[in-house]
C-alpha cells in the first residue's frame, strides 16, 4: 500500500507535523526571551547547554524504557508532561519574568523530548515495511520542514503582538492535541520483547552494536565534532541579526521560515539522492556544503543571503540526518532499536552543552563572523576525515557487524 494511502501512517504524520510546528515556535521563543530579559549571548548559549545536558541524562534511560514500555504510551505521557512544562512558562509570566523558569521547565521539557523521539523512531518501522523506511522518513522531514516554515513565519508575527512566553504556550497546546491524536495511532507489535536490563546496562547494549557496525561507529564520533561546533548554531544566527544586523524579532522568524525550505526539499529527495549517489556520497557531501555555507552566513550582511545560507545548511543536515537514522532503522533489530537510538543520541550529543556556552562566549569576544568561519573550518575537517572512512561506502546497510550485539547472531 502507497504510504499516502496509509491512514495509520497519515494521521501519525499529520500528528508529528503539527508537534513540530509547536516545537518551531518554541526553538526561537526561547533565546529570544532569553535574549528580551538579559541581553546576554552568553546567558543564550547557557540555557541551550542546560538543555543539552538534560537530554544527555534522559538518553541514557530513554532507550530500555522505550524497548520495555509501550511505545505509544511512553510517547503520550511525553507529551502530556511537556503540554504541563511549558505552559508553565506563561503561567509564571503573569506574575512576573523570571528566567530561571526557562533554565527549569526547557531541560525538563527537553528530557521528556529525548524520551519521545527515541519512542518516534522505534515506532517509524512498526508503522511501514522496511523498505519504505527512507520514503516515510523524507515524508515526515519535508513535512517538519513545511511546518518548520510555517511555525517561525507565525513565530515572526506573534512576536509582533505576543510576549515570546505566550508563544510557548501555544507550543504547550500542540503538545496537548498530539496526545490525543497519538491515542488513536496503531503500531505493529514488537518482534519480541526486551530483556530486562538495567537503563545502565541497556544503555551498554545500544553502544555495542553502534560500535560493531563499522559505519554507525564513525558516524557517531564524527557527529560528536559536529554537534560540538553547531549546537549553538541558532543562537548565532539570532544573535547576528538582532544585534549584529539590527533586525527585529519579526525578522527572526522571516529568516528560519525561508532556511527551512531546504529541509523541505530535502526531505523530498533524501530517497532519490541515496538510491543513486550512496550513503557515503550523501552524508559526506551534506557536511562539505555545510561547512562551506556556514562560514559564509557569519559573514553575510543581507538578510536574504543569510537566509539562503541557512537553508542550505538546512537541507545538508536534512539529508545527512535522514540518511543516518534510515541505517539505524534498517539494519538495527526492532527489540534493540530503542537502545541504539538513545546510545547513538546521548553520545554523540555530548559535547553540545559544553559547546554552546564556549561558542556563545566566542562569540561574544571575537565576534559571530569570525567564530562561524572557525565553525566551518571545523566542519570541512570532518568531512575531509568522513571521506577516509568507512562512511564513504555506498551500502553500509549491506555490512557485517564485526561482532554480534549483546549475544545475538544478525
Not at 521563543?29 to 547547554?49: C, D, E, K, R, Y
Not at 538495527?332 to 559535547?351: C, E, K, N, Q
Amino acid at each position: 500500500m502507497s504510504l499516502r494511502k496509509d491512514r495509520n501512517f497519515l494521521l501519525f504524520w499529520v500528528l508529528q507535523t503539527v508537534s513540530v510546528a509547536g516545537d518551531s515556535l518554541t526553538t526561537l521563543a526561547v533565546p529570544v526571551l532569553v535574549l528580551a530579559l538579559t541581553g546576554s549571548i552568553v546567558q543564550m548559549g547557557l540555557v541551550t547547554g542546560a538543555i543539552g545536558a538534560a537530554w544527555l541524562v534522559s538518553g541514557v534511560l530513554a532507550g530500555s524504557i522505550v524497548d520495555r514500555l509501550d511505545r505509544r504510551t511512553v510517547m503520550i505521557a511525553c507529551d502530556v508532561a511537556r503540554a504541563v512544562l511549558y505552559g508553565l512558562v506563561p503561567l509564571v509570566w503573569l506574575f512576573e519574568p523570571h528566567v530561571w523558569v526557562l533554565y527549569v521547565a526547557m531541560p525538563l521539557g527537553a528530557a521528556a523530548g529525548m524520551l519521545y523521539q527515541v519512542g518516534y523512531i522505534t515506532a517509524v518501522p512498526a508503522l511501514v515495511r522496511k523498505d519504505q523506511i527512507t520514503q516515510a522518513n523524507g515524508l515526515l522531514s519535508a513535512s517538519f520542514a513545511v511546518a518548520g516554515i510555517t511555525g517561525p513565519a507565525i513565530a515572526g508575527v506573534l512576536f509582533a503582538v505576543l510576549d515570546p512566553a505566550w508563544v510557548i504556550g501555544i507550543d504547550a497546546v500542540s503538545f496537548g492535541l498530539s496526545a490525543i491524536a497519538m491515542s488513536f495511532v496503531r503500531l505493529r507489535p514488537r518482534e519480541r520483547e526486551a530483556e530486562r536490563e538495567s537503563p545502565i546496562r541497556g544503555f551498554v547494549t545500544g553502544v555495542r552494536f553502534l560500535w560493531g557496525h563499522p559505519v554507525l561507529r564513525t558516524i557517531t564520533l564524527l557527529l560528536c565534532g559536529v554537534i560540538f561546533l553547531t549546537y549553538a548554531m541558532d543562537d548565532l544566527i539570532i544573535y547576528r541579526l538582532r544585534e549584529d544586523l539590527g533586525q527585529g524579532t519579526g525578522a527572526v522568524g522571516v529568516v528560519f521560515a525561508i532556511a527551512a525550505a531546504g529541509t523541505v526539499v530535502a526531505g523530498s529527495v533524501v530517497a532519490v539522492l541515496r538510491r543513486r549517489l550512496g550513503f557515503g556520497a550523501c552524508w559526506i557531501g551534506a557536511y562539505a556544503l555545510t561547512a562551506v555555507a556556514l562560514a559564509g552566513a557569519g559573514s553575510a550582511t543581507v538578510v536574504p543571503v543569510l537566509a539562503g545560507l541557512v537553508a542550505v545548511i538546512l537541507f545538508c543536515q536534512g539529508v545527512a540526518g535522514t540518511c543516518s537514522m534510515s541505517l539505524r532503522q534498517e539494519i538495527t533489530p526492532d527489540h534493540l532499536l530503542g537502545r541504539v537510538t538513545s546510545a547513538f543520541w546521548t553520545i554523540h550529543y555530548l559535547p553540545g552543552p559544553l559547546g554552546a556556552p564556549l561558542v556563545t562566549f566566542a562569540a561574544a569576544r571575537a565576534g559571530v563572523p569570525t567564530v562561524m568561519l572557525v565553525l566551518g573550518l571545523g566542519l570541512g575537517v570532518i568531512a575531509l576525515i568522513a571521506a577516509f572512512s568507512p562512511l564513504r561506502t555506498r551500502a553500509p546497510e549491506r555490512l557485517a557487524l564485526d561482532r554480534p550485539a549483546h549475544g545475538e547472531a544478525l
